[in-house]
């Protein structure tokens, strides 16, 4: 089956304790995306991946890192998690070809910094 | 700035009713609209839009686009419980860029 998988589905941790969330797909997509979702803000993209070892910020790039070593996997790191980091995460892919970018949704991570 | 704006921000109906949701856009190059549900989890594809005046369908709803005008709406018929969700527009434009997406607008269906 086609799909996104994000790992794990909910995150508490504290201030300063390094995170990573993994995103994982199986469709050979070459763009991969992390999103961050907030009541009243949308979706906003913080980093996003063109193919591997090719990544570039988004929106809202500044508390997280991102590695594309391979093309399946595209982890959100957080190397030291703040507060304001609390918030629904969402990794997504697609296909570049065409210019469509169709993009597909992994279930989401809801991270709470304490 | 590439922007998108969707309206309302949340909307209440009854059972049976219709509902158009609004989506409009101001991007550089616009190649394609898109249209996503969230319900609880993850956003999930409904429609993608490339030209004017094709109206795009499935089941009870319909999208369709106006380039000229710069936006587009998302129409649902005969309303259900199970279509309460977070509608979102994304556009896609440029080449390969990322998508723009809109804030949502959140549907409540009540019996």
């Known amino acids: 089956e086609a799909q996104v998988t994000q790992n794990p589905r909910y995150l508490i941790t504290v201030t300063g304790k390094k995170l990573t969330v993994t995103c994982s797909q199986n469709m050979n997509h070459e763009y991969m995306s992390w999103y961050r979702q907030d009541p009243g803000l949308g979706l906003r993209q913080i980093y996003y991946s063109m193919n591997v070892e090719v990544t570039d910020k988004g929106d809202v790039p500044e508390g997280y890192k991102v590695s594309r070593k391979e093309k399946r996997n595209f982890p959100l790191i957080l190397e030291s998690p703040s507060p304001n980091q609390t918030s629904l995460y969402f990794c997504a892919s697609s296909l570049l070809a065409g210019g469509k970018n169709i993009q597909y949704f992994g279930a989401g991570t809801r991270l709470s910094v304490l | 700035e590439d922007k998108v704006v969707q309206s309302p921000l949340s909307l209440v109906v009854h059972e049976g009713d219709t509902v158009t949701l609004n989506c409009s856009y101001e991007?550089?190059?616009?190649?394609?609209l898109l249209w996503y549900k969230q319900e609880k989890k993850a956003p999930t594809f409904l429609f993608m839009l490339t030209s004017s005046g094709i109206e795009k369908k499935s089941g009870r709803l319909s999208s369709i686009l106006d380039k000229k005008e710069l936006f587009s709406i998302l129409n649902i018929t005969a309303t259900q419980t199970g279509d309460s969700a977070i509608y979102l527009c994304a556009v896609a434009h440029s080449g390969n860029t990322p998508l723009v997406f809109g804030k949502g607008t959140r549907l409540s269906v009540i019996a």
């Open positions: 991007v550089t190059n616009f190649r394609s």
